[in-house]
C-alpha cells in the first residue's frame, strides 16, 4: 500500500512554468513504478509521464515531450513533474498514480496504475 499526495498546482500565465511534487508514503517508495496523469473537464484522464522504479527510464506523451520532465528522489519518497513552456491546453487537474507492487514497465493506461493522489489542479491563462 501507498498514499500519494500532490502539491504546487495553480494559476500561471502561457509560457510560464510549474513544478508539481508528489509525496508517497507507506510501502518503499522504490517499489513503485511512477505515472502523472491529467483530466480537464469533460474530457478523460489521460497519460502525461512515467519513469520506472529507479528512475532511470522516463516516458512522455507526445503533447508534453520537450517541456515537461518526470523525476524521483528515492531518499525523500518525491517525484515530480517540472512542466515549462505551459499552454492553455494544459489546464486540467493533475494526478500522481503509482502501479501496484512489483511491476516493472511503465504503461500509460490508467487502468494499470492501482493508487492515485487527490489531484492538484494546474490553470494556464492565455
Known amino acids: 500500500q501507498v498514499q500519494l499526495v500532490e502539491s504546487g498546482g495553480g494559476l500561471v500565465q502561457a509560457g510560464g512554468s510549474l513544478r508539481l511534487s508528489c509525496a508517497a508514503s507507506?510501502?518503499?517508495?522504490?517499489?513503485?513504478?511512477m505515472g502523472w496523469f491529467r483530466q480537464a473537464p469533460g474530457k478523460e484522464r489521460e497519460f502525461v509521464a512515467g519513469i520506472s522504479r529507479t528512475g532511470g527510464s522516463t516516458v512522455y506523451a507526445d503533447s508534453v515531450k520537450g517541456r515537461f520532465t518526470i523525476s524521483r528522489d528515492t531518499a525523500k519518497n518525491l517525484v515530480y513533474l517540472q512542466m515549462n513552456s505551459l499552454k492553455p491546453a494544459d489546464t486540467a487537474v493533475y494526478y500522481c498514480?503509482?502501479?501496484?507492487?512489483?511491476?516493472?514497465?511503465?504503461?500509460?493506461?490508467?487502468?494499470?496504475?492501482?493508487?492515485w493522489g487527490q489531484g492538484t489542479q494546474v490553470t494556464v491563462s492565455s
Open positions: 507507506g510501502r518503499t517508495f522504490s517499489t513503485y513504478v
Open positions: 498514480a503509482a502501479r501496484l507492487e512489483g511491476r516493472s514497465g511503465i504503461v500509460v493506461a490508467t487502468r494499470e496504475y492501482g493508487y
